[in-house]
């Protein structure tokens, strides 16, 4: 009990962004390793890409308890304790 599955160091602005990251490996990259080249192009948007859909399952960890309470005032260095 008192344990969560990820600590979120929300504190640090540079690290709100990783879960998010973890996701994109698979879901935007994984089905178009091309996808930067794409997007610099202008053949591919951000917002039409499945970031939208890995973003919103961050949102979904958040919402099912995943990450400890109060984690956008967690410190990086409390979150990797």
Known sequence: MGKVAFAYPAQALW???LPAFALTS???YGQD??????????RATFSESKWSEALGKVLEMRDRGCFQQGFLGTPIEQAAD
């Open 15 to 17: 690290a709100v962004h």
């Open 26 to 28: 698979t879901l935007v």
């Open 33 to 42: 390793p091309g996808f930067s080249e794409a997007q610099a192009d202008g």
